[in-house]
């Protein structure tokens, strides 16, 4: 089945503790982002990738670092310098349309991460 | 910046009633999209606008994009239990990348 998977489901970390979640996709999508959701909120974009070994800073960038050597994946890490990293974590991939500009994004399960 | 906001920011209704939610923004956007999330899981499309005045239907939803380019709304005709989750709006900017973004969501429970 084509999709976008992300593991694990819960992650539970210990302050101070680099983490590094994971998001696959099969759905041969050129551009990923990860997205971060707190309760009662929109989704705030971190990162985002156009293309393999590319990637830019969204609105909420600080803490975070990510990589993009394969096209298919697109790992997350949190790093200690997140002040706040508790939060549902969300990565979604898109294609190009035929006029060049991106389609809709298709979003994966999301992890939870908890921060101890 | 660009902002969205949605309402009602939550509502509860009794099964078999439609439902009604809009979003509204003083940015434009070029697309509309529509998203539904249930309780930890990630968000499902549920429809997508492309053009000023689309109405588009997919089963019991409705949405439709504004003639301003700055609002959209979404209804549900004859709600079911499985309509409870979160809905989100969401508007797409032509930038660099593909920049979207998200309103807060609507909370919608329903009654059997």
């Known amino acids: 089945d084509g999709g976008i998977t992300q593991s694990p489901k819960y992650l539970f970390r210990k302050e101070g503790q680099n983490v590094t979640l994971s998001c696959e996709q099969n759905?041969?999508?050129?551009?990923m982002y990860w997205y971060r959701q707190d309760p009662g909120q929109g989704l705030r974009l971190i990162y985002y990738s156009q293309i393999v070994n590319d990637f830019q800073k969204g609105d909420i960038a600080e803490g975070y670092s990510v990589s993009r050597e394969k096209k298919e994946s697109f790992p997350l890490t949190v790093t200690s310098a997140q002040k706040n990293p508790t939060a549902f974590y969300l990565c979604a991939s898109s294609s190009k349309r035929p006029s060049g500009g991106a389609d809709t994004q298709y979003f994966g399960p999301g992890t939870r991460l908890t921060v101890l | 910046g660009q902002q969205l906001n949605q309402s009602p920011q939550s509502m509860f209704i009794q099964e078999g009633e439609d439902v009604s939610m809009n979003c509204t923004s003083s940015?434009?956007?070029?697309?509309w999209l529509w998203y539904k999330q249930d309780p930890g899981e990630g968000p499902v499309l549920l429809i997508a606008l492309y053009k000023a005045g689309e109405l588009t239907s997919n089963g019991r939803l409705t949405a439709q994009f504004g003639i301003t380019r700055k609002d959209s709304f979404l209804n549900i005709s004859a709600s079911i239990p499985s309509d409870v989750g979160i809905y989100f709006c969401?508007?797409?900017?032509?930038?660099?990348?593909?920049?979207?973004?998200f309103g807060p969501g609507t909370s919608l429970s329903v009654i059997p």
């Open positions: 969401a508007g797409r900017v032509k930038t660099s990348y593909d920049k979207v973004i």
């Open positions: 759905l041969n999508h050129d551009a």
């Open positions: 940015s434009i956007f070029n697309t």
